[in-house]
């Protein structure tokens, strides 16, 4: 039946009926009520004493709650109908002499709250749907509610456990008892986390009787290491373990047994099974944004949302434990969370903003790699650092040369001479051309530096030297292959010494990181990212990096594999030379602990899937989230590889758009801000046309004007593809061939231990400091500065500028980030670095000089001798200045601040001119007004 004409309060009624039904409630009439009919009857519209409630709810024929209904718009303000919802359920009911009701919900059949005002302070929370009546039965069974049985949670018992394994379950259970939904424990690798799951796990099924618990991971790897880890648990109260007290189910297909107390499932499988779907196992592979089967959601127009499962409730947990929550808990998968009624807390050791914004900043407790090391928990780190020549500044192949060119994915090879000179950089190396003497130097030296320098005495019963466990993180899987011949040649060894770890290899990918955990060989591992988040190998000794990381995140991850802790006797079954595990080597053949890194998300989501299907999916009307951003994510690419000659043709199949443009469109699709700009406009012009009143504007009309939005956006940006573009920029990519350039010879230009940090940063604050004496006499600002403090009132923005410009080109090392962040890691910095490069300057000058004794924010500093200098002239003076001058003078500190200096023409400009100038200013100060501005450029620069 059609919606359009019906009652907008029945609609939202049938929808609750819907609901209802699917939770196994029977939905009644107030005039054809039979209790006896279903465990849980719901009676619309009963009597009570202060009038008729919109639903009560029975079980087993005892009145146990009410729902409240309200109309689908009127979902903003669930909150302010909890009081009369409240009324209802504190009523007598007609014909009962019945207590308080317990289950108070609010509804409009699309947004649903409940309070359980058993609870010690009734609080409510969004549900996505009704709570099934045998659930009630036995909530109303066990008397007290899950949140008052956590209020008395015994003493943490805290024999075996770590102190910041303490903090965390003691802060979490506090957390608890606060009745906060969700809770974020912040865990360096190799600190314990599953371990600290595992003991709260078993206090809250002991103390609190959950009912069910799930530990959520987004990898089928993660699942069976935690499946070990409650397998081996023991708790220090009692003599058995985990497994003997608790049944603990790994999903592996959607069946979920009745008596399963802890439950241990990936995000996929619970993703499908609220889908109603098959799992393909190789979604479980690798985390959801990094995944295969993404590719069959292709096939739909939308990611569809997931729906009530009467075999799966939302009040399945009571608590889900999320493990590595700082990725795969967004976008698609933050469903699987929303659906259940539950805690959630995340386990993470590199947070982003994301997850801080997911877990509503309840950071219950952090334990960083740093104070992990100091703890003896994990071990420290050490870099070394190998630079070859083409490693740093690439090389050059010269027309007439005759080299192979290979295909990227078959890996078929011809040979052709070229035509022309190819020069290629750094950044090209392994992906536009491979350069296998450049591979080559690497291996050689780090197997030469091994022997002498990094870990040099290891020598077996033979006199050979043993190789430690090596885990190399290479660019592709291509690159991973180039790797392991040249390792296996280099060290003179068989296949079984150096082998490939990804989900790609032929062998059974568990079964030999098994091997190469546990067994002598091989010796050293190549992945791509199999390993490198997430997995434990604690005999591993060194890090290889063979590729650069750009995410914060992911460095700490891959960095985290080398961390762990391990007896002696463990690392000797495996290394027989070493002695113990007292810290591992970074070797950075890529600059990897050098480069910028930002925790930024990768536009990429989709990259198993082929670019030529991205286009076809988005062609075919595809609208996704993932699809749009993974195909501009490859579209940005591709506008750096391709020629000018290609891009021109381009034009010819875009109708006139560049790639850069098509990129931007595909993003703005999905961009918040865009769409919420676009919508707004919308309504304006409604409201201009006289269609709308401002009155008229709900929430539903802004939801409904910014989904109208995205949808225009959405057609915009995939208009523009249609199949002979398709083609074209398939066919485009396809020509770039990978060039091996087997002429250049690569040679080591460094091979030595990267100093610290804190060694770092008193460097390079003694060259910035050296560079500023050496240049005193040289750069006027300099000069004011060291020798003539008492002219710093005429120090101007154009002189600041032209230190930066001579720093800049004489010693661009020495930026003012940089300098300013080795500060920070050898003196307190209270204040935060200015944004602007100029002021941050300013501030580093006036500490490197003596000006200073601190490093201080320059604009803060000439704030706070504003305020000083106004509190003087106060004092001297009873309110010696009016609103209109302090006004007037407040411009000219934000002047000062962004000029450094303030002259009397100045006040011709903006935002002086625009009060009136200079004769506005003499019309306020008269005399004045020479001696103020003088006054305030010395003042101000003190």
């Not at 019945?98 to 609080?123: A, C, M, W």
């Not at 032929?506 to 791509?528: C, G, H, Q």
């Not at 400091?769 to 101007?796: M, V």
Request: aromatic letters at 8%; proline letters at 3%.
């Amino acid at each position: 039946m059609s919606s359009i004409n019906q009652d907008p309060e029945q609609i939202a009624r049938d929808k609750i009926d819907q609901m209802l039904r699917e939770a196994g409630w029977m939905v009644q009439s107030k005039n054809k009520v039979d209790l006896y009919a279903n465990i849980g009857v719901s009676v619309r519209e009963y009597q009570t004493d202060v009038g008729p409630a919109d639903y009560v709810l029975f079980v087993n024929q005892k009145p146990v709650g009410i729902i409240e209904a309200k109309r689908e718009e009127e979902g903003h303000r669930l909150i302010a109908v909890e009081e009369q919802s409240t009324g209802y359920a504190q009523a007598k009911l007609k014909y009962l002499d019945n207590d308080p009701l317990s289950f108070v919900y609010e509804s409009t059949g699309t947004i649903t709250r409940f309070t359980d005002h058993r609870d010690p302070k009734p609080r409510g929370r969004n549900v996505f749907s009704f709570h099934k009546p045998e659930t009630m039965a036995e909530w109303l069974k066990k008397g007290k509610s899950l949140r008052e049985r956590l209020q008395s949670i015994p003493e943490l018992n805290t024999t075996g456990l770590r102190p910041a394994q303490i903090v965390a379950i003691n802060n979490l259970e506090h957390s608890f008892k606060k009745n906060r939904p969700k809770a974020l424990i912040q865990m360096a690798t190799g600190a314990g986390k599953t371990f600290t799951a595992a003991t709260f796990v078993y206090r809250l099924l002991k103390h609190a009787d959950a009912k069910r618990i799930l530990f959520l991971v987004d990898t089928k790897n993660l699942g069976e290491q935690a499946e070990q880890e409650f397998m081996t648990f023991q708790p220090n109260d009692d003599n058995r373990k985990f497994t003997e007290l608790y049944n603990v189910q790994r999903l592996t297909s959607s069946y979920i047994a009745s008596d399963s107390q802890v439950c241990i499932s990936t995000i996929q499988r619970l993703y499908s099974i609220l889908k109603g779907e098959e799992l393909d196992e190789s979604a479980e592979l690798a985390n959801p944004e990094e995944n295969s089967w993404m590719q069959q959601q292709i096939s739909k127009k939308k990611a569809m949302p997931v729906e009530y499962t009467p075999k799966v409730p939302i009040e399945q947990f009571d608590f889900i434990v999320i493990d590595e929550a700082h990725r795969s808990i967004y976008n698609l998968w933050k469903q699987v969370l929303d659906y259940f009624d539950a805690f959630l807390i995340g386990l993470t050791a590199t947070p982003d903003k994301r997850t801080f914004g997911f877990f509503n900043e309840n950071v219950v407790s952090q334990y960083t790699y740093e104070e992990s090391v100091t703890d003896g928990v994990n071990v420290p780190y050490d870099v070394y650092t190998i630079e070859t020549e083409i490693s740093q500044k690439g090389a050059v192949i010269e027309s007439g040369w005759f080299v192979d060119r290979r295909d990227k994915l078959t890996r078929a090879k011809r040979w052709q001479q070229e035509d022309e000179d190819t020069e290629y950089k750094r950044n090209d190396l392994d992906k536009k051309v491979v350069n296998p003497s450049q591979i080559r130097n690497i291996i050689r030296e780090y197997k030469r530096a091994l022997k002498t320098t990094i870990f040099p005495n290891r020598i077996d019963a033979n006199g050979d030297y043993e190789v430690p466990k090596t885990l190399v993180f290479a660019k592709t899987d291509s690159h991973a292959d180039d790797i392991i011949k040249i390792i296996r040649e280099e060290f003179d060894e068989g296949n079984d010494f150096c082998k490939k770890v990804t989900y790609k290899i032929e062998e059974d990918p568990k079964s030999l990181l098994n091997r190469f955990r546990n067994n002598y060989n091989p010796r050293i591992a190549v992945t791509v990212d199999m390993i490198a988040t997430g997995t434990d190998v604690k005999p591993l000794e060194v890090l290889l990096f063979m590729r650069d990381v750009k995410s914060i995140n992911y460095f700490e991850q891959m960095k985290g594999r080398g961390t762990r802790t391990i007896s002696s006797d463990a690392l000797r079954e495996v290394s027989a030379t070493a002695t113990s595990k007292t810290h591992f080597v970074i070797v950075d053949a890529v600059g990897a602990t050098k480069s910028k890194k930002t925790d930024s998300r990768p536009l990429e989501r989709k990259p198993t899937v082929a670019m030529k299907d991205l286009l076809g999916a988005i062609t075919m009307g595809v609208a996704d989230e993932d699809l749009f951003l993974s195909l501009a994510n490859r579209l940005i690419r591709l506008e750096k590889q391709i020629t000018d000659k290609e891009k021109d043709k381009l034009l010819d199949y875009t109708g006139g758009k560049n790639l850069k443009q098509i990129t931007k469109e595909l993003i703005t699709a999905y961009d918040v801000d865009a769409i919420e700009t676009k919508a707004q406009l919308a309504i304006d012009k409604l409201c201009t046309d006289g269609v709308l009143s401002v009155s008229d504007i709900s929430p539903a009309i802004r939801e409904e004007a910014k989904a109208k939005a995205q949808q225009e956006l959405v057609r915009e940006a995939s208009k523009t593809f249609n199949g002979e573009l398709n083609d074209y920029l398939d066919n485009v990519r396809k020509q770039h061939e990978q060039i091996i350039d087997s002429i250049n010879i690569d040679t080591v230009t460094k091979s030595e231990w990267d100093t610290t940090s804190e060694d770092k940063a008193k460097e390079t604050v003694q060259n910035f400091t050296a560079y500023l004496e050496a240049n005193k006499d040289e750069i006027k600002a300099l000069s004011i500065y060291y020798n003539q403090p008492y002219n710093r009132r005429d120090i101007t923005f154009k002189m600041i500028k032209e230190v930066m410009e001579k720093l800049q080109m004489d010693k661009p090392t020495l930026a003012p980030e940089m300098v300013w962040n080795a500060y920070a890691t050898l003196e307190e910095v209270k204040s935060t670095q200015p944004k602007d490069e100029l002021t941050a300057l300013v501030s580093l000058i006036r500490r490197a000089c003596g000006i200073d004794s601190e490093l201080k924010a320059y604009d803060k500093t000439i704030d706070e001798n504003f305020r000083n200098w106004i509190f003087k002239q106060n004092a001297g003076q009873h309110n010696r200045f009016n609103q209109e001058q302090l006004d007037w003078l407040r411009m000219i500190k934000d002047h000062v601040v962004s000029s450094y200096h303030i002259e009397m023409d100045d006040l011709d400009y903006t935002p002086f001119d625009a009060k009136g100038g200079k004769g506005k200013m003499y019309q306020l100060f008269g005399k004045e007004m020479n001696g103020i501005i003088n006054e305030l450029n010395e003042i101000l620069a003190a």
